[in-house]
């Protein structure tokens, strides 16, 4: 566990902050003394939360699907905190449901947010977090391994996810340290 003076000043990225977990996450590092970055698409809720919080929270209007909003909010983190020690991959989208043809659309906008989208935000920060000795943290899902009726939709960007994550965290993780939390489906907000 991170004690407040390893905490202090420490800069967490936190994708999808606006709601549920990831703004329960950001508010819990900004309690713990991390400063938070806030990432999502919904940049009024964020700048909300970021003033709410303080400790120089900074919020960053960034779609994870468009590279070149992470490019520039990568750039961001580092002018404006000093670079990302922490990076919570928490974005995503739940299709709960049938695994049907007509949901196509959907499972492609899922494999583009939850997991090439984790991929993308790992990918422009991972200098930082390499120079930090930074740590790793990706959301996936216990429906991954564990089907359930409610979320066949979710299994399969979940488990290649879950697979991923398993393997950067292993070889392409930063020196600190990398892990996958798998939440069971609940309301989160
Ligand atoms: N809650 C559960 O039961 C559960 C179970 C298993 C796994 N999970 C996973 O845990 C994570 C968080 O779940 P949650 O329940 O807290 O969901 P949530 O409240 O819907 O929050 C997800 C956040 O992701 C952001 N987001 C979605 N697409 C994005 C994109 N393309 N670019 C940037 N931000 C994006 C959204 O903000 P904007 O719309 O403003 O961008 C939203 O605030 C998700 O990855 C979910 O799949 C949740």
Same mark, same amino acid.
């Given at each position: 566990?991170?004690?407040?003076?390893?905490?202090? #000043?420490?800069?967490?990225? &936190?994708? #999808?902050?606006?709601?549920? &977990?990831?703004e329960a996450t950001a508010r819990a590092l900004a309690v713990a003394g991390f400063r938070p970055a806030l990432l999502a698409r919904r940049g009024d809720r964020i700048q909300a939360l970021a003033d709410e919080l303080g400790n120089g929270a900074i919020a960053i209007q960034a779609d994870v699907t468009d590279y070149d909003s992470l490019t520039a909010a990568a750039g961001r983190v580092k002018a404006e905190l000093g670079g990302a020690d922490v990076l919570i991959n928490n974005a995503g989208i739940m299709l709960l449901g049938p695994f049907?043809?007509?949901?196509?659309?959907d499972h492609r906008r899922m494999i583009e947010a939850n997991l090439l989208g984790a991929m993308n935000v790992t990918e422009v920060l991972l200098d930082q977090l390499r120079d930090g000795g930074g740590d790793l943290v990706n959301l996936s899902s216990v429906a991954a391994a564990r089907p359930g009726p409610a979320t066949p939709s979710t299994q399969p960007p979940n488990g290649a996810s879950t697979a991923g994550q398993n393997r950067c965290a292993r070889n392409c993780s930063p020196t600190s340290g990398s892990s996958s939390s798998s939440?069971?489906?609940?309301r989160s907000n």
């Open positions: 566990m991170t004690t407040p003076d390893e905490a202090a #000043g420490r800069v967490a990225v &936190i994708t #999808g902050a606006p709601s549920g &977990i990831g049907t043809s007509a949901s196509h659309a939440p069971a489906p609940s």
